[in-house]
């Protein structure tokens, strides 16, 4: 049962452009959704988390769009620039339970220069 | 401060054989979580460990085990490797549990021939 589902699987956004990365979430006892980079070879970094208590929060060029009634979430990336090129992952938690991350299956972005 | 250090960067194994993984933590962090991530999919948890004791544990076998150390320091033991337990295996800390900001090391990407 896959508990985050993540889309698109891969996404070619020209420079400057806008990126859009898709999330939906099933159990509603998740309160914690982080997103992650990740460039080949490393292991992921967290970019951007969010409650369910906020529709929207923003860092820089990213942003989490929030809705709780639909059990969707988004990442944007605005004004993507190449070294934004790295694979993608939404992700949910429990908070004060083991705080294992369910991850989606991660979206492989590419930034046209 | 000093990050998530995992060693051996890679590693080439055959079926039925052992391996053990090994994660410092990023400092001051008593929470370590290990995750598998095959090719192409998003990262699984397998378990966690808070203060030397197991926290919690994914849908893993019991081939998989672990163990946390005084320091803080972690193993991740997998018997019997078997074909499909190739992948890149992740270590996670964070500052404690119920702190939902989990920091990843690089990986250790085991080959299983």
């Known amino acids: 049962q896959q508990q985050v589902k993540q889309s698109p699987q891969s996404l070619i956004v020209q420079k400057g452009g806008i990126s859009i990365i898709n999330c939906a979430y099933e159990?509603?006892?998740?309160?914690?959704f982080p997103w992650y980079q990740q460039f080949p070879g490393k292991g992921p970094a967290l970019l951007i988390a969010?409650?369910?208590?906020?529709s929207e929060k923003k860092e820089g060029r990213f942003t989490i769009s929030f809705n709780k009634s639909a059990k969707q979430f988004s990442l944007h990336i605005m004004d993507s620039q190449p070294g934004d090129s790295a694979t993608y992952f939404c992700?949910?938690?429990?908070?004060?339970?083991?705080?294992?991350?369910?991850f989606g299956k991660g979206t492989r972005l590419h930034i046209l220069p | 401060e000093t990050g998530v250090t995992q060693s051996p960067t890679h590693l080439i194994k055959t079926r039925g054989q052992q391996v053990t993984l090994r994660c410092s933590s990023q400092s001051g962090h008593n929470t370590v979580s290990w995750y598998q991530q095959a090719l192409g999919q998003g990262p699984q948890f397998i378990f966690q460990?808070?203060?030397?004791?197991?926290?919690g544990r994914g849908n893993f076998p019991p081939r998989f085990s672990g163990l946390q150390f005084p320091n803080y320091s972690s193993e991740l033991n997998v018997n019997a490797l078997e074909l499909d337990d190739s992948a890149l295996y992740l270590c996670a800390s964070s500052l404690g549990w119920g702190h939902e900001t989990q920091y990843f090391g690089p990986g250790t990407r085991l080959l299983v021939l």
């Open positions: 460990y808070y203060r030397e004791e197991e926290n």
């Open positions: 992700a949910a938690s429990i908070s004060n339970r083991d705080d294992k991350i369910i």
């Open positions: 159990n509603t006892a998740f309160d914690y």
């Open positions: 969010i409650r369910p208590d906020v």
